[in-house]
């Protein structure tokens, strides 16, 4: 846990920022769910937010469907164009918040590094 700066988490996954690795961009945001890790950049973590919006408001018929827990019918487009993943509507929801914390968090902080006088 040393590795890292935590930002956000939630019971369905986590957010930080590594604090030095050479393989790995410091300033991207890595976000770990379910057996899935992204590392992103704050505009691709914005961009996924988008996705996740999209993909909430187009399966509105899933909130009526009694198999929504187990039902991984919702496909998510991540910032990577070949990638999407298969969730169902609590996992939705969760990653939701999961990024939606991130990116409140996030800018919390550089309002706050400005206010200070931070770089």
Same mark, same amino acid.
């Given at each position: 846990? /040393?590795?890292?700066?935590?930002?956000?988490? +939630?019971?369905?996954?986590?957010?930080?920022?590594?604090?030095?690795?050479?393989?790995?961009?410091?300033?991207?945001?890595?976000? !770990?769910?379910?057996?899935?890790? $992204? $590392?992103?950049?704050?505009?691709?973590?914005?961009?996924?937010?988008? +996705?996740?919006?999209?993909?909430?408001?187009?399966?509105?018929?899933?909130?009526?469907?009694?198999?929504?827990?187990?039902?991984?019918?919702?496909?998510?487009?991540?910032?990577?164009?070949?990638?999407?993943?298969?969730?169902?509507?609590? /996992?939705?929801?969760?990653?939701?918040?999961? !990024?939606?914390?991130?990116?409140?968090? $996030?800018? $919390?902080?550089?309002?706050?590094?400005?206010?200070?006088?931070?770089?």
């Amino acid at each position: 846990m /040393e590795d890292i700066n935590p930002i956000y988490h +939630n019971p369905f996954g986590v957010a930080f920022q590594w604090k030095r690795n050479s393989t790995k961009d410091i300033r991207k945001i890595q976000i !770990v769910f379910r057996d899935t890790g $992204l $590392l992103l950049s704050q505009n691709e973590l914005e961009q996924f937010k988008k +996705n996740i919006e999209c993909t909430k408001n187009s399966n509105a018929m899933c909130s009526e469907c009694g198999q929504h827990e187990t039902c991984r019918s919702l496909l998510l487009d991540t910032p990577a164009p070949q990638i999407t993943l298969a969730m169902n509507k609590k /996992e939705l929801d969760a990653v939701h918040d999961l !990024v939606d914390g991130t990116l409140f968090q $996030l800018n $919390l902080n550089n309002y706050l590094d400005k206010m200070c006088g931070g770089h």
